[in-house]
């Protein structure tokens, strides 16, 4: 198991920029893949930027060039900045871990409580 807490979230005007962190309860050399998800209000949750344990990188179409997502294995923690960003970046970012378990199967998904981004025309 692992326990994921994000922060950075907060409020931005329009072209500014955040960075979100994804600390890890224990060490993040095992997760297959470290991600970043959003919900928007009446939206379905949609995938943000994954890093896999290779270092292969995957964005959203929406945010691809904007964001960047990077990891720091001796803190257990991955992050997301997010520069330019727009009105419609707003919604509730989760981080993901997807770990093999021994239960439940290969790349068990974990998710974070998530954390506010709020946009402001």
């Known amino acids: 198991q692992v326990q994921l807490v994000e922060s950075g979230g907060g409020l931005v005007q329009t072209g500014g920029s955040l960075r979100l962190s994804c600390a890890a309860s224990?060490?993040?050399?095992?997760?297959?893949?470290m991600g970043w998800y959003r919900q928007a209000p009446g939206k379905q949750r949609e995938l943000v930027a994954q890093v896999t344990r290779s270092g292969r990188t995957n964005y959203g179409d929406s945010v691809n060039g904007r964001f960047t997502i990077s990891r720091d294995n001796a803190k257990r923690t991955w992050y997301l900045q997010m520069n330019s960003l727009k009105p419609e970046d707003t919604g509730v970012y989760y981080c993901n871990a997807e770990i093999n378990n021994p239960t439940y199967g290969p790349d068990y998904a974990y998710w974070g409580q998530g954390t506010q981004v709020t946009v402001s025309s």
């Open positions: 224990r060490s993040i050399l095992s997760i297959n893949t």
